[in-house]
């Protein structure tokens, strides 16, 4: 059975840090691009990054650029993680970890697969 599961989420200061964990099972995760989406209540869910399959590639939302950083550990089971400094209250959302095969897209309904989110709530 497939699984992501997402984990480090919590509640913080503006201006504090939080590092998210996604750990992927049930099949092979070492060829799949993995991402990171977020949704606020009441907004559609949003791309945050992505890192492609060898961890070669990222791509970042503008929003997030220079304050967050994707890493990925294929070593055993593919572990993706999102680093997340400088947060703003505007950051306040369910984070999802998603993975499709190979090649970063922004789109979620391009992903395969799917967390059950995890809560990032940033006070002001």
């Known amino acids: 059975q497939v699984q992501l599961v997402e984990s480090g989420g919590g509640l913080v200061q503006a201006g504090g840090s939080l590092r998210l964990s996604c750990a992927a099972s049930?099949?092979?995760?070492?060829?799949?691009?993995m991402a990171w989406f977020r949704q606020a209540p009441g907004k559609e869910r949003e791309f945050v990054a992505a890192?492609?399959?060898?961890?070669?590639?990222?791509?970042y939302a503008d929003s997030v650029k220079g304050r967050f950083t994707i890493s990925r550990d294929n070593a055993r089971n593919t572990v993706v993680y999102l680093q997340m400094n400088s947060l703003k209250p505007e950051d306040t959302a369910v984070y999802y970890c998603?993975?499709?095969?190979?090649?970063?897209?922004?789109?979620?309904?391009?992903?395969?697969?799917w967390g059950q989110g995890t809560q990032v709530t940033v006070s002001s």
């Open positions: 998603a993975a499709r095969p190979y090649i970063i897209v922004a789109v979620p309904s391009q992903y395969d697969y």
């Open positions: 049930g099949r092979t995760f070492s060829t799949y691009a």
């Open positions: 890192i492609t399959w060898g961890g070669g590639a990222t791509s």
